[in-house]
């Protein structure tokens, strides 16, 4: 894993993402985005839902990879995949399936910063 810099009680962020990467290129500039944050040090938390769930799909988004590298956690909403017809085998290791209800208690955390795209 990369050097990720020791900052004391920096915010951490939930960056929400709600599109897939057939949307263009406003996907990987976000997670490049994410990117940015985990490496500077910032605790991230990456939220896939709606089509964005298709992100975390095999190939789909080589960024996530170096994301993940820097210690960002990837939760991926259970419904949208579902919904979708996706199977969770195809998901990244370190993939965790979540219900909106947890993502709803990340989103009102004190301190937390959250990011919807």
Known sequence: MP????????????????????SGSSVPRFLGDATTLARSGHPVRLV???????????????????????????????????????????LPARARLVGMDEVAGELLAPGTKVVWH
Do not use: C, N
């Not at 810099?5 to 709600?18: A, C, K, N, Q, T």
């Open 48 to 90: 896939l839902v709606q089509e964005g769930v298709t992100a975390a799909l095999p190939a789909a988004q080589p960024q996530l990879a170096e994301l993940l590298s820097y210690g960002a956690e990837l939760w991926v909403d259970r419904y949208a995949l579902t919904q979708r017809g996706l199977d969770a085998d195809q």
């Open 3 to 22: 050097d990720v810099p020791d900052l004391p009680d920096v915010p951490g962020f939930v960056l929400i993402e709600s599109s897939g990467p057939a």
